[in-house]
Nanobody
Framework: QVQLVESGGGLVQAGGSLRLSCAAS????????MGWYRQAPGKQRELVAT???????NYADSVKGRFTISRDNAKNTVYLQMNSLKPEDTAVYYC???????????????WGQGTQVTVSS
């Protein structure tokens, strides 16, 4: 069993900050790339940020300079630090990870349950 558990979502005023966490647990052999996605009501799910196993990062243009993705490999955890939040950032945020379980020789794509982020003005 492998699962991703997210935390850190909530309500925040525009201009505020929030940090999301997502911890992977279970029968994990290795974790490759990890990322954060979000989906606002009536919109497509979009990629927010990714981070490779080596620490290389990529961001959506809409969050560059405001969000920072990081990971702690010792804790199998990925973080998303969100600063200068805007109402347009309101969405359900999902973490994603390419994880190779101990019982298989290839990576699987795993998703967290999602955490709501609401930014008020």
């Amino acid at each position: 069993q492998v699962q991703l558990v997210e935390s850190g979502g909530g309500l925040v005023q525009a201009g505020g900050s929030l940090r999301l966490s997502c911890a992977a647990s279970g029968s994990i052999f290795s974790i490759n790339a990890m990322g954060w996605y979000r989906q606002a009501p009536g919109k497509q799910r979009e990629l927010v940020a990714t981070i490779t196993s080596g620490g290389s990062t990529n961001y959506a243009d809409s969050v560059k300079g405001r969000f920072t993705i990081s990971r702690d490999n010792a804790k199998n955890t990925v973080y998303l630090q969100m600063n200068s939040l805007k109402p347009e950032d309101t969405a359900v945020y999902y973490c994603n990870a390419d994880i190779q379980p101990t019982w298989y020789n290839r990576g699987y794509d795993y998703w967290g349950q999602g955490t709501q982020v609401t930014v008020s003005s």
